[in-house]
């Protein structure tokens, strides 16, 4: 009996131990993300930003792109098109923000520059009516969210930097003028030594906040988990914080740091919150990896997953923008750039391989509407410091054409700048112009004519006399290419 009672005890711990073992990540059922368009842009890359419907018009969703170079905007209905016509007016602003309360929303950059949208023809014509950069030149806009619960659509910048756990700016029509509409929120609790890892609003409304931290003679620091109460007097927001949970990191010297970096993964559909933290797993031999906590009552409530092999170093958090259920997030590992779902970050669902692609060093992603046509958000990955590129990957598995690589097309361009349509020409070239509607009709107003290499101008107005009001395309053709440019009358 006793013999029994032991070797059930001795089972009982090893199911135990292997329940909470370090495993490696597994890649046997990863997917390879097929690339369906690798552009190359030139110079240093930088992040990419999606543009929904700016400025109100539906069905024109932009795709901005800056680099040393200068970038390019592109459409991105239905497909991106690199030989069209690249939307005028738009520049880098990306960011929404309900500045004065009348639809739509107003766009920022990244210099805190806000644009208002100013009627809409064939460009998107709008009029800076305010510079918000009162902390610092690049305010690294984070997202747009009503923080402050006064109906109006503000700006999160600046996360956990400059001191403070975010600066807002704020929107709404009584929010002033330039500097007044920043409203700071800081106040976090300090121990002797303290580190801000994550703040972030919960699926259940509530702002938390994670913070490393390590009294003067502790031999181990905790990783503490708050929750925040924010209330917005004036410029500032009064701040309350109420410790929640810890994790003790097991250190023995004042030398060790258990810890590392940690990423909020935020359910929304199932009302779930997830931390994951790098820290050291086992001390004897000593074993980093990362440890994935439901988090979503307050608590650190370890899920049993501990993953070697990879760190938080490099992530794309895309939360639920791919449609999916459950949150996605992109973990750069040695076996490649792996993709996992929030509840399971031991088993990754698809993989890209960045080697080859010009891609690298990687600089950032956006995610995008339905480019191969599966009904489901695909991505747009940037990178490279000197001859930059842009590709768009997806996780659809039916897309027959696994790469198509071009250039930005360089050379002769067709631009419209007012009711003006400007074809420039760098050697002389058979030029045509028609005229189509969006369901497929077309005109030819132009007929084919050998251009010299230089600018000829032509005006709308007369090319679209006998056509009633509506939206249009102009489809000019400058020897094989056509460039499309979208027109309303």
């Not at 030989?83 to 950059?109: C, K």
């Not at 500032?236 to 990423?263: A, H, N, Q, R, W």
């Not at 988090?295 to 794309?316: H, M, N, P, Q, W």
């Not at 071009?406 to 074809?423: E, I, K, Y």
Request: net charge negative.
């Amino acid at each position: 009996m006793r013999m029994n009672l032991r070797l059930l005890l001795a089972l009982i711990l090893a199911v135990t131990c292997a329940a909470n073992a370090q495993v490696p990540f597994d890649i046997s059922k990863a997917v390879p993300v097929k690339t369906v368009m690798n552009v190359r842009i030139g110079g240093s890359v930088g992040t990419p930003h999606f543009i929904p419907s700016p400025c109100g018009i539906v069905g024109r969703d932009v795709l901005s792109v800056g680099s040393s170079t200068g970038g390019l905007q592109l459409y991105t209905q239905p497909r991106i098109d690199t030989t069209a016509q690249s939307p005028r007016g738009l520049g880098l602003s990306f960011i929404p923000i309900d500045y004065d309360g009348v639809s739509p929303f107003e766009l920022m950059n990244v210099e805190g520059r806000i644009d208002r949208c100013d009627g809409v023809d064939s460009v998107f014509r709008r009029v800076s009516i305010d510079t918000v950069n009162c902390w610092t030149p690049n305010i690294e806009p984070e997202y747009s969210m009503d923080v402050d619960g006064d109906g109006y659509l503000d700006v999160v910048c600046d996360l956990l930097g400059g001191g403070m756990l975010a600066h807002v700016i704020l929107g709404g029509p009584k929010a002033g003028k330039g500097c007044e509409r920043v409203a700071e929120i800081h106040g976090y609790p300090n121990r002797y030594k303290s580190l801000k890892r994550a703040f972030f609003r919960s699926s259940s409304g509530r702002w938390r906040f994670v913070q490393w931290e390590r009294g003067q003679s502790d031999l181990s620091p905790v990783m503490m988990l708050y929750d925040v109460g924010l209330k917005r007097t004036g410029n500032v927001f009064e701040t309350t914080f109420t410790p929640l949970d810890s994790i003790y990191g097991g250190s023995s010297s004042l030398d060790d740091d258990p810890f590392g970096m940690v990423e909020e993964l935020i359910d929304t559909v199932h009302h779930k919150d997830y931390l994951l933290v790098e820290r050291v797993l086992q001390w004897n031999p000593v074993t980093k990896g990362v440890e994935r906590f439901d988090i979503t009552d307050g608590r650190f409530a370890s899920t049993g997953e501990k993953v070697t092999e990879y760190s938080l170093a490099f992530c794309d958090n895309m939360g639920h923008s791919l449609g999916t259920d459950v949150p996605v997030i992109g973990i750069n590992t040695y076996r490649g750039f792996c993709y996992f779902y929030a509840d399971n970050i031991t088993t990754a669902f698809a993989k890209f391989n960045y080697f080859g692609t010009g891609l690298q060093p990687a600089r950032g992603f956006t995610v995008i509407n339905d480019q191969t046509g599966d009904g489901k958000p695909d991505i747009v990955l940037t990178g490279g410091t000197v001859d930059g590129r842009m590709a768009v990957v997806s996780f659809d598995q039916s897309v027959s054409v696994e790469e198509n690589t071009s250039d930005v097309p360089a050379g002769s361009t067709a631009r419209l700048s007012g009711d003006q349509l400007d074809v420039t020409l760098v050697t002389p070239e058979v030029v045509s112009v028609d005229v189509a509607t969006v369901t497929g009709q077309q005109w030819t107003v132009v007929p084919p004519t050998t251009l010299d290499a230089g600018t000829k101008h032509y005006d709308v107005t007369t090319l679209l006399h006998s056509r009633p009001s509506g939206a249009y395309f102009l489809r000019v053709h400058i020897g094989a290419r056509i460039i499309s440019i979208p027109v309303t009358r």
